[in-house]
């Protein structure tokens, strides 16, 4: 996924829409045009692991460094990594621009880290440094909060990220995860690199195969899934069913094993009963009542076996 996603969300226009979408709900405060590319060395952990994408914007006011960090996955321990990225960065900088000493009154460039989660399980991580360690209590003034900026696309809320492609993205992926076509979204056109990037993380065959059919442009893809969602679901009621039915079934079945065994007991019993009963009555020296209090029978059943003798 790291090639496809630096390929997307490295172009510049892309790649601002990100912060603006965190920051600004979309409005176009950060410009592409201002974007140039950094060396990925300049954020990377002990583990001599990479960021996705790095990028130094400079306005003519400002010098600062962009990062995104794009994540598949829940990282429990996703503050302390990207703490870890900023704080390598931030050392590399002066190491690289001055000689020995940061000179006084020399301000460093932001470092700005985004993690972009596009899984489909629900991020249960820390999103601050504060939930990842303990705080013991009277140290709280004292402590140094760390952030996560964190966007998180499997939750009901929609980003505004002021750019088509980017928008698209993030909304194919809602789909996908909600399993929900809005009606108002049935014939819109997505971004084609969006739609080919939504299948590399989700993995979704549908958007594949609507991905291979079109050839440029803009692509008509919600009615498709919608079919297609509508068709998992009746999959899902109609398997749902048939377990309820072979589990009713498997259940009758074990209570009928269990009834006959039941059954099968008792008539073996009364059958032994019957027999010691009659060899007693044979003898014939015992009343009917010290019979009945031996075998188990009651007397009107052993007048019946009597006759029969």
């Not at 498997?250 to 009928?256: C, F, K, L």
């Not at 019957?274 to 188990?296: D, H």
Request: with cysteine; net charge negative; glycine share 6%.
């Amino acid at each position: 996924m790291d090639i496809e996603s630096k390929k997307f969300l490295g172009q510049p226009k892309n790649f601002v829409s990100i912060f603006n979408a965190l920051l600004f709900d979309g409005q176009p405060v950060l410009k592409p045009e201002y974007l140039k590319d950094e060396n990925s060395e300049l954020v990377m952990n002990v583990s001599s692991k990479h960021v996705d994408i790095i990028k130094r914007y400079e306005d003519g006011t400002y010098l600062d460094l962009f990062v995104i960090e794009s994540q598949s996955y829940v990282d429990q321990s996703m503050v302390a990594r990207v703490m870890e990225y900023e704080s390598v960065a931030r050392m590399r900088y002066i190491r690289q621009n001055f000689k020995k000493h940061l000179p006084m009154h020399t301000r460093l460039p932001m470092i700005l880290t985004v993690v972009l989660y596009v899984g489909e399980s629900k991020w249960n991580a820390a999103k601050r440094l504060s939930e990842l360690e303990i705080i013991h209590p009277g140290f709280e003034d004292m402590f140094n909060e760390f952030k996560l900026n964190l966007i998180e696309l499997n939750t009901n809320h929609k980003y505004n990220t002021g750019e088509k492609a980017t928008q698209d993205f993030f909304d194919l992926l809602r789909m996908i995860y909600r399993k929900q076509v809005l009606k108002e979204d049935l014939d819109r056109e997505f971004n084609r690199d969006a739609l080919y990037f939504a299948y590399v993380v989700t993995k979704n065959k549908e958007l594949l195969s609507i991905y291979q059919k079109s050839e440029k442009g803009d692509v008509k893809v919600c009615r498709a899934l919608d079919e297609m969602f509508e068709e998992s679901t009746n999959k899902g009621i109609q398997m749902g069913i048939k377990q309820g039915i072979e589990q009713g079934i498997e259940r009758g079945i074990e209570q009928g094993i269990e009834q006959g065994i039941e059954q099968g007991i008792e008539r073996g019993v009364k059958n032994t009963q019957i027999k010691i009963a009659i060899k007693m009555l044979v003898r014939n020296n015992q009343t009917l009542e010290e019979i009945s209090e031996i075998v188990g029978l009651d007397l009107n059943a052993l007048r019946e076996l009597k006759k029969s003798i």
